[in-house]
């Protein structure tokens, strides 16, 4: 592993020294493996090791390139990470969120257009007058990630999006147990949606929070 780190550190080097830019195509391996002192078996595990969380992308027959190592790309593999997450740590997942979505919800705020109020909007308005807890919980995760994207940090939504995952098995369960769940989620989104629409920042990460903190602090009761 000493050996195959060394070259996963040889690689990278050559890409934050701006070397291998996104997209670009590594050397043939005999003589990238050469003129980095590696063995070509060490070349090769380190290559497998940058392709499985998407910084190298091995297409057969062709190659292997740098990937477009956008952050929703890279963020992939923490994303497949926190699926594996047990149910005891569901609440910190729940407190980051409780960080990170306000923040994004009052740059949203600034900097949605008048066109993508108007999508979040419609997203409000699909959700059905008897939603199911399942409708429920896909319109409450499509209405927060349509206010991710309006923060216009790519970092910021892949990081909201990855946190998706994990908390929504506990959506479901409060949509099933809580009485006056559903009620509370679409008279939320609406108060974060018209605070949105009136450009009221501060408003909004408020709204935000009271949304998010929520569910958590049902769920610390559920837990106890």
């Given at each position: 592993m000493a050996v195959t780190d060394a070259a996963i550190d040889k690689i990278k080097q050559m890409i934050l020294s701006g070397e291998l830019a996104p997209g670009d195509r590594l050397p043939k391996e005999a003589d990238l493996a050469e003129r980095l002192g590696l063995s070509r078996n060490s070349l090769r595990e380190a290559v497998r090791a940058l392709a499985l969380i998407n910084v190298l992308d091995?297409?057969?027959?062709?190659?292997?390139?740098?990937?477009?190592?956008?952050?929703?790309?890279?963020?992939?593999?923490m994303s497949f990470v926190l699926d594996l997450h047990r149910?005891?740590?569901?609440?910190?997942?729940?407190?980051?969120?409780?960080?990170?979505?306000?923040?994004?919800?009052a740059m949203a705020?600034?900097?949605?257009?008048?066109?993508?109020?108007?999508?979040?909007r419609v997203i409000l308005e699909s959700l059905p007058?008897?939603?199911?807890?399942?409708?429920?919980?896909?319109?409450?995760l499509q209405f927060h990630q349509r206010i991710a994207q309006g923060s216009?940090?790519?970092v910021l939504c892949s990081f909201i999006e990855s946190l998706s995952g994990p908390t929504t098995r506990a959506r479901i369960w409060r949509g099933l147990t809580q009485e006056g769940a559903m009620d509370k989620t679409r008279e939320q989104h609406t108060a974060i949606y018209e605070a949105i629409a009136?450009?009221?920042?501060?408003?909004?990460?408020?709204?935000?929070?009271?949304?998010?903190?929520?569910?958590?602090?049902?769920?610390?009761?559920?837990l106890a």
């Open positions: 091995v297409r057969q027959g062709d190659g292997t390139y740098v990937t477009s190592l956008e952050p929703r790309l890279l963020l992939d593999t149910d005891d740590t569901v609440l910190q997942f729940f407190e980051v969120r409780r960080i990170l979505e306000p923040a994004a919800t705020t600034k900097l949605m257009t008048d066109d993508e109020i108007d999508e979040l007058a008897d939603p199911t807890v399942e409708e429920l919980v896909a319109n409450d216009g940090n790519t009136a450009r009221q920042a501060d408003v909004a990460r408020s709204w935000a929070t009271v949304h998010v903190a929520g569910v958590e602090s049902w769920l610390r009761k559920a």
